[in-house]
């Protein structure tokens, strides 16, 4: 009998170092499935992701840069999927973190291979010429993996008392596991910085060239994406998709216009609830694995915490979810050597 998958797509930030070669590792056997991205990289007259991903170096100032991110992040994952052994698995639904939306749009079929790498190159090339803003990610959970209301909503607290503040924008962005993630400009980010204890000489920690997505900074980023890919042809997607409110988009009720207007809408200038996008997921399709798309692994954790977050079958810490992983695993993530899901060329 197959296994009910719910497929997570990875967001920004989750092809660092040790992913460097992901592609020639992993998908050697993938070069035509792939010709499709390669193509649209020449025709803007940018790396393909192959030039990237085989670089002797990974670069902070190359890899990170948005233009080139979202699209290696993208083939990764996006390779990753077509890995998937269908007749062992029956992908009940597919969701994804922030970026992670565009291709969960994309392996969805809710667009076209040829106008997902559209909208994913061109969203992620749009602050080429300067960032917008900036994020940072602080935790909002103990060492088991817990969240602690009080302390989420004291972060929330500080956040709106931050913004009220002249010259001064911060917002949430990301409501990830047991993180948050805060975005705005570099005065309000400051201000957070100098507010909250330092954790481990870890956090508050700034993500290096990411925008303050998922705010009203981006309004005019939102309004510029509709005006360049208002030619997407948005299809009602093959597989039931969970976006970053918890809404679920189904094959037979899908309004296609009105998956655009969410997708450079609402889903850009507002907070991306990923939490809620997983339990969802699992309260409404009930998967018995849970599959993240690489590259990298470090979304897996957030999904775990995510599951903690509302005891998903009696899982209500983190030791609780790695005897569960131990015995019969529930989150399974791609970007790791041994899965049992893929990586075999």
Request: proline content about 4%; hydrophobic content about 35%.
């Amino acid at each position: 009998m197959k296994k009910r998958a719910l497929v997570v797509c990875p967001g920004r930030g989750t092809y660092n170092k040790d992913e460097l070669g992901y592609l020639s590792r992993y998908h050697s056997d993938k070069t035509e499935q792939l010709r499709f991205i390669e193509h649209y990289r020449e025709s803007v007259n940018q790396p393909t992701v192959h030039e990237l991903d085989s670089k002797d170096k990974y670069s902070f100032k190359l890899h990170t840069l948005g233009e080139h991110a979202s699209s290696l992040i993208y083939a990764c994952a996006y390779a990753d999927f077509q890995s998937i052994n269908q007749d062992e698995y029956d992908i009940v639904a597919v969701t994804g973190n922030s970026m992670g939306w565009y291709i969960a749009l994309s392996v969805a079929q809710a667009l076209i291979p040829e106008d997902s790498i559209q909208l994913i190159d061109t969203m992620g090339s749009m602050m080429k010429q300067g960032l917008i803003g900036g994020q940072l990610i602080y935790p909002a959970m103990d060492e088991n993996w817990n969240l602690i209301p009080s302390k989420k909503q004291k972060l929330q607290s500080l956040i709106e008392q931050i913004n009220l503040k002249e010259a001064h924008s911060l917002f949430l962005s990301i409501d990830l596991g047991g993180y948050v993630v805060i975005a705005g400009n570099e005065t309000g980010l400051n201000a957070f910085e100098e507010a909250v204890p330092n954790i481990n000489d870890r956090f508050p920690m700034r993500l290096y060239n990411h925008g303050a997505f998922h705010t009203p900074l981006m309004q005019h980023i939102s309004e510029t994406g509709k005006s360049l890919l208002s030619s997407l042809n948005v299809q009602k997607p093959k597989y039931p998709l969970i976006d970053g409110r918890g809404h679920i988009w189904t094959p037979y009720s899908t309004c296609s216009s009105y998956l655009f207007e969410y997708t450079l809408g609402h889903q850009v200038t507002e907070p991306y609830l990923f939490n809620k996008a997983i339990e969802i997921g699992v309260k409404e399709f009930s998967p018995d694995t849970i599959i993240v798309l690489g590259p990298g692994s470090s979304l897996g954790s957030s999904v775990a915490h995510s599951l903690i977050n509302i005891g998903w079958q009696g899982i209500n810490n983190k030791e609780d979810f790695m005897a569960r992983q131990a015995l019969n695993p529930l989150v399974v993530s791609m970007g790791m050597d041994k899965t049992g899901v893929k990586h075999k060329n």
